[in-house]
Each structure stands twice: as structure tokens, then as C-alpha cells.
């Protein structure tokens, strides 16, 4: 069986070849560090502030080249951070995180500039796309690799969500993507529950196990359905996809 072929993100890289730098602005600081680990993953440069006024010195300071800011801060409104930050980065995208009753002209208002929200909960792997086509959009930055990962004879497409094994095109539902690119991005590794949980659900999402047990067999059906198994259980530890051999 072929080998695995695994690039482990498609890198974005600004024009002079340096990391895409992001800063995160939320109150939450368990929430702040999730997303930071997450977009560090990516291998982009990441800063935090806690609030509007560290947010707007922050970014004299770092010149990011996009702002994740949550609308609810101690200090200031984040049409007000907003405003702040467009007069020294007049063209810095921003991704609004937002509660689930946010009122809908606001959140109007706040994506008048052409940008994008998500709301609380959400999930990791959901911000990171959306990050990644606001900074593709805005031309901060060019993706450097192409977007394919491959395990064995299984192949998955981070832009165009399409998805194949041995050449057959396979119909996933958005969570089944989340989940089988997760796997995918980590071939021959066990994942444990509670990173699968942690990374394709929201990060306070309040489930059990067994919504990865469900899920899991769901992506078997599809993906392992009459072929060599590819994602093996590791009874008490978790989950991994390998070629099948």
C-alpha cells in the first residue's frame, strides 16, 4: 500500500516569508490560550490581549494580520476596538466571536466591513477556517503548499471539503470532515477522546465520549465500508487512522 503523504496544514506565510501573525482579544483566558495553542498549531505567530485598550496597543505593537476578537469586553464595545484598531490597520481582518444571542443587526454591523463571526460555542478547527479565508481574502498573506492530505489511498481536500478513497468520491457531513481531517492530520497517532472532543466539537461543549464513538462509527461506514479498516480503536486510549495495509 502506498505510504502516508502528509502535509500537516497547507502554511500560509506572509510576502517577505515570515509567519501569519494573529492576535487573539477575549476576557477569557482559558478560552484566549485554547485558541492561541490552536492557531500556533497552524504555525502562525499569535499574541493575546484581555481587553479593548491592550487590544489597540497590541496591535501598534505587533502589526497583526488578523484580529479574533470577542464582541463582549470588560473595558469597551468591539465596535469601539474595532474603530480603534482601523485607524492604524485600516485593512486588518477581524473575526468577531460572538454569543448565540447577539442581536442580528448588530452583528449586522459588525460584519459591514466585509469580515466574519462565529458564535459561542464554536468549534477550534471552525475558527481556524474561517481565519484562514479572511487572511487568504485580504491577500496578507499567500498559501504556500497545496491543500491535499493523503493517508494510504485516502485522500482529503482542506479547501474544496471533498473527500476520496482509491479514487471514489465519499459524502461526508461537515462534523465527519472536522473529525476524519483531525485524524488525517495526525496519521499513526492515537487520539484520545478528549482531544478529538476538545478539537472537532466546541470548546465548552458539554458532551460525552460517546458523541466520538458515534461519529467515529459514522466515518467507518464511509470510509471503511468494504475495504482494508483504516481507523483502528485502541480500546482505552483512543482512535487512529493509518494506511489500510
Known amino acids: 500500500m502506498t505510504a502516508t503523504s502528509h502535509h500537516r ?4 506565510l506572509r510576502p517577505d516569508g515570515s509567519p501569519v501573525r494573529v492576535l487573539v482579544v477575549d476576557d477569557e483566558a482559558a478560552l484566549s490560550e485554547l485558541l492561541s495553542m490552536a492557531l500556533r498549531y497552524e504555525g502562525w505567530e499569535v499574541r493575546s490581549a484581555g481587553d479593548g485598550a491592550g487590544a ?9 494580520d488578523a484580529v479574533i476578537l470577542d464582541v463582549m469586553l470588560p473595558d469597551m464595545d468591539g465596535l469601539a476596538v474595532l474603530g480603534r484598531l482601523r485607524r492604524d ?3 486588518v481582518p477581524v473575526l468577531f466571536l460572538t454569543a448565540r444571542d447577539a442581536v442580528e443587526d448588530r452583528i449586522a454591523g459588525l ?10 460555542p464554536f468549534s477550534l478547527e471552525e475558527v481556524v477556517a ?6 487568504r481574502r485580504s491577500g496578507a498573506a499567500s498559501t504556500r503548499s497545496e491543500s491535499m492530505l493523503a493517508v494510504g489511498d485516502l ?3 482542506e479547501d ?8 471514489q468520491s465519499i459524502h461526508l457531513t461537515a462534523t465527519e470532515f472536522e473529525l476524519l481531517r483531525f485524524l488525517m492530520r495526525n496519521p499513526r497517532r492515537v487520539l484520545s477522546k478528549a482531544q478529538i472532543l476538545d478539537r472537532v466539537w466546541s470548546y465548552d461543549f458539554g458532551g460525552q465520549a460517546n458523541v ?8 467507518r461506514k464511509k470510509i471503511d465500508a468494504g475495504r482494508t479498516p483504516m481507523i483502528h480503536t485502541r480500546r482505552g486510549a483512543g482512535y487512529l487512522i493509518k494506511p489500510g495495509e
Open 9 to 12: 496544514r497547507t502554511e500560509m
Open 56 to 64: 489597540v496597543r497590541t496591535a501598534r505593537d505587533f502589526r497583526p
Open 89 to 91: 490597520l485600516p485593512e
Open 111 to 120: 460584519t459591514a466591513g466585509g469580515d466574519d463571526y462565529v458564535t459561542k
Open 130 to 135: 474561517r481565519l484562514r479565508g479572511l487572511i
Open 155 to 157: 485522500t482529503l481536500d
Open 160 to 167: 474544496s471539503h471533498e473527500v476520496s478513497r482509491a479514487g
Open 212 to 219: 466520538v464513538e458515534l461519529y467515529v462509527s459514522y466515518l
